[in-house]
């Protein structure tokens, strides 16, 4: 953990790939990790997540996607983060426990959401005992209250976490509350955590509050662009910076008006990198042809900065 890269700037979200008739698609991945690094600029990864629909996997099979997204990943890829979280603790545990074992860059959790915790502690516990299983391995807590109906603020959940879980390395933060993101910033300046921000339409005003970097499903086609962002941010060119949050966003609001979920990611990305994503698994359907045609043409009409 010691000689560790720090993790920032842009994570990708990774999508599952899928067969027409909906088994995982491992040999795909291959390409995919390539088309990340050589075309979208990404070299980091955020797999088994919510655009991964890791929660609709069985543990074999996100045992089998972290285990390709790590051996694929391996010199060409900074980062690989796997998540890690379920509604049984003994199965989060074991996905830990593998995560370790591939040598995983590190494991995020999301919050259970059937039985859901409402006090802070309840929910530390089980961080406690999943992270464990994986003593070396950088944790980052997942906090997407929209999905998980969990709303325990973060920056009351990191008071103290530290010394309860010392892999804690930061949050996948998924929220559109820049207060809470803002004061999580503010409070733990003296430590090293990362806050990687999850609302991609609205990245820039993360950055603005602190926010180190972001994990997010449009970074699987939008990434050459948004990393155009965080360096027009960093020089800093603020005007700059803003088109390209406004031109992302532009086609963000689009799709979103029209019904925009993994579904409809997974279709984007397979006409913008032409590699196969195949359809979503139940109780996801497939974007329908209406959909892919009019986002196609959106993204299609949008002139980047670069003249790309
Ligand atoms: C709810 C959801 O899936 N959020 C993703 C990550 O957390 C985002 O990357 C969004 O897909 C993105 O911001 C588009 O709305
Ligand atoms: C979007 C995101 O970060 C996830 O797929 O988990």
Excluded at 102 to 118: E, L, M, N, S, Y
Excluded at 168 to 180: E, M, N, R
Excluded at 228 to 235: D, H, I, S, T, W
Aim: charged content about 20%; overall charge neutral; aromatic content about 8%.
């Amino acid at each position: 953990m010691t000689s560790r890269k720090k993790l920032q700037g842009l994570v990708a979200a990774t999508i599952t790939p899928m067969t027409p008739d909906g088994q995982i698609n491992l040999p795909v991945i291959r390409q995919y990790v390539d088309y990340l690094v050589n075309k979208q600029t990404v070299k980091n990864v955020f797999v088994n997540g919510t655009t991964g629909e890791g929660l609709s996997l069985s543990i074999q099979e996100r045992k089998q996607l972290a285990e390709e997204w790590v051996c694929q990943g391996k010199d060409k890829l900074d980062h690989v983060i796997i998540h890690v979280g379920a509604l049984s603790l003994p199965e989060s545990q074991e996905l830990a426990r593998h995560a370790a074992a591939i040598g995983a860059g590190g494991i995020a959790v999301i919050a259970p959401f059937f039985f859901k915790p409402t006090k802070k502690d309840e929910l530390v516990s089980l961080l406690q005992k999943v992270t464990s299983e994986a003593p070396d391995v950088p944790f980052y807590y997942y906090h997407i209250p929209s999905l998980t109906g969990v709303k325990i603020r973060v920056e009351e959940l990191l008071e103290g976490i530290k010394e309860r879980i010392p892999t804690f390395q930061g949050v996948k933060f998924s929220d559109t509350d820049l207060l809470d993101l803002a004061q999580c910033v503010h409070k733990n300046e003296a430590q090293q955590l990362e806050f990687l921000y999850g609302v991609d339409e609205q990245l820039l005003g993360a950055l603005a509050v602190g926010a180190n970097g972001a994990v997010g499903s449009t970074y699987n086609y939008l990434g050459r662009q948004t990393n155009l962002m965080l360096e027009a941010f960093a020089k800093p060119d603020l005007a700059l910076a803003r088109k390209y949050q406004f031109l992302t966003g532009e086609f963000l609001n689009f799709v979103i008006k029209l019904g925009f979920g993994v579904a409809q990611t997974k279709a984007v990305m397979t006409f913008v990198s032409g590699i196969p994503m195949g359809p979503p698994r139940l109780p996801l359907l497939g974007a329908s042809e209406e959909f892919i045609a009019k986002a196609k043409a959106k993204l299609d009409s949008i002139v980047w900065p670069d003249g790309n």
